[in-house]
Nanobody
Framework: QLQLVESGGGLVQPGGSLRLSCAASGFTLDNYAIGWFRQAPGKEREGVSCISRGGVTYYEDFVKGRFSISRDNAKNMAYLQMNSLTPEDTAVYYC???????????????WGQGTQVTVSS
């Protein structure tokens, strides 16, 4: 059974950093592109970043230069390094997979349960 589990969220001060992890089980992650998304209270889920099967990366403008996506196929893991965090980055962060990269949440079928990121002083 395909399963994705996010971890690494928490409370961080503005300007701080967090590294989120996405652990895949029940399937081989290297056959999929991996997307990271986030959803703040009262807002729609939005795309943050995606990494293709070949390692090509895509970012939404609001995280370019601050966030970095990566994958470790040998460990069946993906990561989202988040730097220079601001209160506007507060949200539940999700990873998801599909064959091709997309930053549109409605194009993904398989999701993790999410991990909460709170940026506050």
């Amino acid at each position: 059974q395909l399963q994705l589990v996010e971890s690494g969220g928490g409370l961080v001060q503005p300007g701080g950093s967090l590294r989120l992890s996405c652990a895949a089980s029940g399937f081989t992650l290297d056959n999929y592109a991996i997307g990271w998304f986030r959803q703040a209270p009262g807002k729609e889920r939005e795309g943050v970043s995606c990494i293709s099967r070949g390692g090509v990366t895509y970012y939404e403008d609001f995280v370019k230069g601050r966030f970095s996506i990566s994958r470790d196929n040998a460990k069946n893991m993906a990561y989202l390094q988040m730097n220079s965090l601001t209160p506007e980055d507060t949200a539940v962060y999700y990873c998801a997979v599909r064959k091709w990269c997309s930053l549109k949440a409605n194009e993904y079928d398989s999701w993790g349960q999410g991990t909460q990121v709170t940026v506050s002083s």
